[in-house]
């Protein structure tokens, strides 16, 4: 088999098959009220699993990147086995709650299995193909890495209507108006996705004639590559990393009721759709246009003006909260989605290779690995900070004797929050300038020769 060929079958399909089975974690949103309503336990309590699983997706890949550096037939293994476990195991517990209602241990076997086991696989299988395909595309590193965490990003786009279509065609028995096809779904998808996980783990291999450098001393370790460059370059790196992570969460976590707010409740699906794929486009689209640049640290510069000025724009015309029924608003308010969701997706495929730029291909795997930890702590504070200001807003609009306005979804009035959802973007703008500033006074540029190291 030529290298061309290689390159494809070793390194890009194994990838994506990894990718694209492990990216269904961002379809949580699909069945999260669903599993809530089956099991008798609030949304709120449930929630947990899809912030753990993030968590433990970052710290996993933080402790496991020197597993992956060493051997990536074991992490990606270990990537398949504790995915599949976990999501299976999520299945068994939701079958087990909707046979005992409000049952403790149910929740917490949802919360161990979604949320730490399948964590586990998610860190380990998400950092496994990275370092593979950069040194496949050597000359294309920025494009290698897009490959991999865009299939991570359109996993959603692809998954969700197979998802939904699936709670509601494997439903035999109903439970408080919930179907039992929820926790049929899990294990079904969980043989789909070991099978897929694992023809990835047979395929993945590195080029023949890569030999990982032997460390032979603490002063060729981790820490010793780290301090090459200025300390200071690292941690704004791993810092607008985590704030860009933490802004993107903050806003898509709010994205389908930003859209219902605006008058556009009935196509909260297609929507979601477009968004994925701008997710996924702006993983490969400037991780690709960042292999032409001097600087890749450039990219993050792009990506946080565009995020600033679209926000500021929604922000200043109060988009959301008058968006309803103006067509120029409505259109600021879906481009600002589209802008977030293409710039959360760009800052995950570039910051592997702006990594090599700095330390070298060396221990790429590891360091990469301990900048996700970023990733695990944006997991708990994205999210939930959106959820917090939403709930303060709601608090004090109640206190003063007002109430919260109504949609028809559904057939059904829906309450909505269209001032709570505004008042998040005064927090995400002042992250991203915050995050801008870091990426240009904090992380250095750097001569791109050393990525050969």
Request: charged share 10%.
């Amino acid at each position: 088999m030529d290298n061309k060929a290689s390159k494809w079958v070793r390194g890009a399909i194994p990838a994506l098959l990894l990718h694209c089975s492990i990216g269904t974690v961002y379809c949580w949103s699909i069945f999260s009220q669903e599993i809530a309503n089956y099991i008798g336990w609030s949304k709120g309590a449930t929630e947990w699993a899809f912030s753990l699983a993030i968590f433990f997706l970052g710290m996993s890949a933080a402790f496991m990147g020197n597993i992956v550096e060493k051997n990536i037939h074991k992490s990606s293994l270990i990537a398949a086995i504790t995915f599949a476990l976990g999501m299976a195991g999520t299945g068994f517990f939701i079958w087990y709650g909707g046979n005992h209602q409000h049952s403790v241990l149910a929740l917490v076997g949802i919360l161990v299995c979604y949320g730490f086991i399948m964590g586990i696989g998610l860190g380990t299988g998400y950092l496994s193909p990275v370092k593979t395909l950069m040194l496949w595309f050597k000359d294309q590193k920025g494009l290698a890495t897009g490959l991999a965490v865009a299939g991570f990003g359109a996993a959603k786009a692809i998954a969700s209507p197979i998802m939904t279509s699936m709670l509601t065609g494997l439903t035999v028995n109903k439970i408080n108006n919930v179907g039992d096809g929820v926790y049929k779904m899990f294990l079904v998808l969980a043989a789909v996705y070991f099978v897929m996980m694992f023809v990835g783990h047979l395929l993945l291999a590195k080029p023949s004639d890569w030999v990982e450098p032997q460390t032979k001393s603490k002063d060729e370790g981790i820490l010793a590559t780290l301090k090459r460059e200025p300390l200071t370059s690292y941690i704004g790196i791993w810092l607008m990393f985590y704030l860009n992570i933490t802004c993107g969460l903050a806003f898509i976590s709010q994205e389908k009721m930003i859209v219902k707010c605006i008058g556009l409740a009935g196509s909260v699906g297609i929507i979601s759709t477009i968004s994925a794929i701008f997710n996924a486009g702006g993983r490969l689209g400037f991780s690709a246009w960042a292999d032409k640049m001097k600087d890749r640290n450039t990219i993050y510069k792009l990506i946080f003006i565009l995020s600033i000025v679209f926000t500021a724009a929604v922000m200043l015309t109060g988009g959301i909260k008058n968006g309803a029924g103006n067509i120029v608003l409505t259109i600021l308010v879906l481009a600002l989605i589209f802008v977030v969701n293409a710039g959360y997706g760009g800052g995950f495929s570039n910051v592997p290779t702006l990594l090599s730029d700095h330390y070298g291909m060396g221990s790429i795997s590891a360091i990469h690995g301990i900048t996700l930890s970023a990733w695990a702590f944006a997991g708990l504070t994205g999210n939930q900070m959106a959820n917090a200001i939403v709930k303060a807003v709601e608090n004090k609009i109640t206190a003063e004797g007002g109430s919260l306005p109504q949609i028809l979804y559904h057939g059904e009035m829906q309450a909505v929050n269209p001032v709570g959802y505004q008042t998040v973007l005064y927090v995400t703008l002042a992250l991203y300038v915050v995050s801008l500033c870091l990426s240009l006074f904090l992380v250095k540029p750097i001569n791109k020769d050393k990525a050969s190291a």
